[in-house]
């Protein structure tokens, strides 16, 4: 049963009834004809209808900002390998012969980034001054790894940011290494 | 008297309106801040693995130029840092500090300690400093990061050379062709 302060009766702005609350706080006529407006009960229910769609973007931009780091990593990992191999490639046939850099150093990258696709892997070198872009192998390579020359390794590979089906970010990841030809 | 702290804790604890509002936005501070420090401490990461990327070609190019050679300046320029082949533009590295060294295992292996330096490895240390985007907001501007190589020099005995007709250490032709002959000597190390 519900109890009336009755000094509230004289001065409604001393009821602190839960109800006389929401009256006071908003006050319109609405309020006072639609009583089903005035019900308290869902409004957590209401509040996290609206802080849901927040969170979940935060959470998936985190995730995502995370593999794109995670991926990253890998590829700088991957082309510091690849050009470790380019730069002690030579000669390390068994019959002394220089074997196909490029092909080398993409088997290296793609073994030392799992996690990555292979088929967006693009990788370019410049041996000794000539460039290769977008190549998986070089025939003629061999003939530019001359020790005391440069070999650079550059791997780009693309990472878009998708949060529910949004793409705010679409990211070409690039790393590079350049080494000595030993 | 009612004491004013007491009633915002009751209220909060109690009251039925609003609860989520407020706790959400204490609670997204404390969030973001820990994914901030997330995001900071994955970028250290990436950036010691370029910065180590960039050592190790220092130490291998440095020390394809020992004993004689100008170790010192090739290491240099193949390390992180402007103007250098491995630059990056996500840090901002000191130079390279690059140090001679006569490391006992490669010694007894028959890399001797000779040259200027009396060295037979070369090690390189390089330091850079992390510009932190939300720890920032904390207080830490930066945070310094170093990465070490050593890599031995290349060659064996000296007699093979000698055999040859090369003088031990004049000529990287030479030394070439005695790595060739006797195989890659050069160990690589990491610190």
Redesign the interface.
Known sequence: MKTINPTARNNPSEDRSPDNRVMLCFNPGVFRRLPCLRRQEGGSLVEFALIAPLMLCLLTGLFGLGFALCFYLQLNNAVDVGARTVAVIRASNSDGTTPDPCAAAYTAVTNAAPTLNKAQIKLSFNLNGTPYDNVTSCTNGSANIIAGKTAQVTATYPYTLVIFGWKPVALNMSAQTTELLQ | MKDPAKSLLSNLLNG??????PW?AVMMVC??GL?GL??DT??V??IH??L???T??AA??GA?QMPDGDYSG?AKS?SSGAGN??NSSSFIPKTAVVTPLCVKFLKDQGLPCNGPASANALQIQQTAAVPMLFASLLGFKSLDITATSTSAM?GSKTAAVQRRGHSRHNS?DGL?RYE?RFG?N?AFLRG
């Open positions: 039925q309106t609003g609860q989520i509002l959400v969030m973001l994914a997330g995001i994955a970028r990461y990436v693995r370029q180590q990327s960039a190790d070609a291998l190019a394809q090739i193949f082949s491995n290349r990287i070439l060739l890659r050069a």
